[in-house]
């Protein structure tokens, strides 16, 4: 059995949440692998604004059984209450994920593996992992949702 970290919250429940947005996801083989890793990292949900999912064999889990898997027109209008969207894009002048402090309840928004997320999108908070050369999509789920946990595990 594998131990849990959260933050104490009150009855013992973790502070906040995380969830997941996809931009218009290439592949179908990165969001079954984003699926894990929602279902791995205790996420609420995962969003998909686009139309090229299909179920696929690397999400093993079936974690759309356990976590819910919402398909939008846009991803705005499924970011939860008093959460705080942050982009995660690979640009110049977003903050550091190494640096970056968490927001107890944050929905996550990825672009997809051959582009970048619409410009309205850059209003809002951005971060990027501090790479050479981009991930693909679930690597870098898998990075943010790593590093929430770490983080969170650092300071509980």
Same mark, same amino acid.
């Given at each position: 059995?594998?131990?849990?970290?959260?933050?104490?919250?009150?009855?013992?429940?973790?502070?906040?949440?995380?969830?997941?947005?996809?931009? =218009?996801?290439?592949?179908?083989?990165?969001?079954?692998?984003?699926?894990?890793?929602?279902?791995?990292?205790?996420?609420?949900?995962?969003?998909?604004?686009?139309?090229?999912?299909?179920?696929?064999?690397?999400?093993?889990?079936?974690?759309?059984?356990?976590?819910?898997?919402?398909?939008?027109?846009?991803?705005?209008?499924?970011?939860?209450?008093?959460?705080?969207?942050?982009?995660?894009?690979?640009?110049?002048?977003?903050?550091?994920?190494?640096?970056?402090?968490?927001? =107890?309840?944050?929905?996550?928004?990825?672009?997809?593996?051959?582009?970048?997320?619409?410009?309205?999108?850059?209003?809002?908070?951005?971060?990027?992992?501090?790479?050479?050369?981009?991930?693909?999509?679930?690597?870098?789920? =898998?990075?943010?949702?790593?590093?929430?946990?770490?983080?969170?595990?650092?300071?509980?």
């Amino acid at each position: 059995m594998t131990a849990r970290v959260v933050a104490p919250c009150g009855l013992g429940r973790p502070r906040g949440f995380a969830a997941i947005g996809l931009f =218009n996801p290439k592949t179908d083989h990165n969001v079954g692998s984003v699926m894990r890793a929602a279902q791995c990292y205790d996420a609420a949900l995962v969003a998909i604004q686009g139309d090229r999912y299909r179920k696929v064999s690397t999400n093993t889990l079936a974690a759309e059984r356990h976590i819910p898997l919402l398909q939008v027109d846009d991803l705005a209008d499924a970011i939860p209450f008093a959460c705080e969207p942050i982009v995660i894009e690979l640009t110049e002048h977003a903050e550091s994920l190494v640096t970056f402090k968490h927001p =107890n309840s944050a929905f996550y928004i990825f672009g997809p593996e051959d582009g970048s997320v619409p410009p309205y999108w850059h209003k809002y908070r951005q971060v990027k992992s501090p790479t050479r050369f981009c991930m693909n999509l679930a690597a870098t789920v =898998n990075v943010v949702l790593y590093d929430r946990l770490a983080k969170a595990a650092r300071s509980a």
